[in-house]
């Protein structure tokens, strides 16, 4: 089976500019999450969306915005891009259970932003 | 605002040395997970701990939830080459359930 698939692989921008990413994920998860990894720093959560609600944010500025469709894949968008926002971006899918600890997320590979 | 604590932030060992990487928070999580992550690419799940005390075991990576769910530690036996790799740790909390606090991570490097 397919895992968390994301694409693009890499991206490069020009700061003003506006990006969208594109993540897929494992078949039969309704969650996705969205993380953004800064070199030498630990992923940092961006969104989650589950059955196309958002169903949390992190404390990213409102150029940040993201949807999830009908097939559960989801789209990250970027506005106004700065220098600051160039990482990698991830996505996690997980299908939910009420059992503490059982939530696992699966992280695709990621999309390597770099905004110049 | 939850804060995940990794030490060391960098560990360089010969093959066959015993490590252990840690992990503490001011706050009680829910469940703590575990991932490795190679460069460019995602990060992979170990384990994930749910119960204060909690001890599991794979292979030879050994993890432990501390007994108030405010940290945890990985212990690796006879490292190879083959566990170089970033070690991240996350938790999340009743309140916020899908929403992974990480830390910065424990760069590790086994050398042959």
């Known amino acids: 089976d397919a895992g968390v698939t994301q694409s693009p692989t890499h991206l490069i921008k020009t700061r003003g500019q506006h990006v969208t990413l594109r993540c897929s994920p494992i078949?039969?998860?309704?969650?996705v999450s969205w993380y953004q990894q800064v070199l030498g720093q630990g992923p940092q959560f961006i969104f989650q969306?589950?059955?196309?609600?958002?169903?949390g944010r992190g404390n990213f500025p409102d150029r940040f915005s993201a949807r999830q469709f009908p097939n559960y894949s989801s789209e990250l968008n970027v506005n106004a891009l700065l220098l600051g926002d160039s990482a990698l971006y991830l996505c996690?899918?997980?299908?939910?259970?009420?059992?503490?600890?059982?939530?696992?997320?699966?992280f695709g590979p990621g999309t390597r932003l770099t905004v110049l | 605002t939850q804060l995940l604590e990794q030490s060391p932030q960098f560990l360089s060992i010969q093959e066959g040395e015993n490590l252990t990487v840690y992990c503490n928070s001011s706050?009680?999580?829910?469940?703590l997970q575990w991932y490795r992550q190679e460069p460019g690419e995602g990060p992979v799940l170990l384990v994930t701990?749910?119960?204060?005390?909690e001890v599991k075991k794979l292979k030879r990576l050994t993890f432990q939830f501390g007994d108030a769910r405010k940290d945890s530690s990985l212990h690796i036996t006879a490292a190879q080459p083959g566990d170089t790799g970033l070690y991240l740790c996350?938790?999340?909390?009743?309140?916020?359930?899908?929403?992974?606090?990480f830390g910065d991570g424990t760069t590790l490097t086994v050398k042959p």
């Open positions: 078949s039969g998860h309704k969650s």
């Open positions: 706050s009680v999580f829910s469940s």
């Open positions: 969306y589950y059955e196309k609600e958002e169903r």
């Open positions: 701990v749910v119960t204060g005390g």
């Open positions: 996350a938790g999340e909390t009743y309140s916020n359930a899908g929403k992974s606090t």
């Open positions: 996690a899918s997980s299908s939910p259970t009420s059992r503490v600890g059982t939530d696992t997320q699966y």
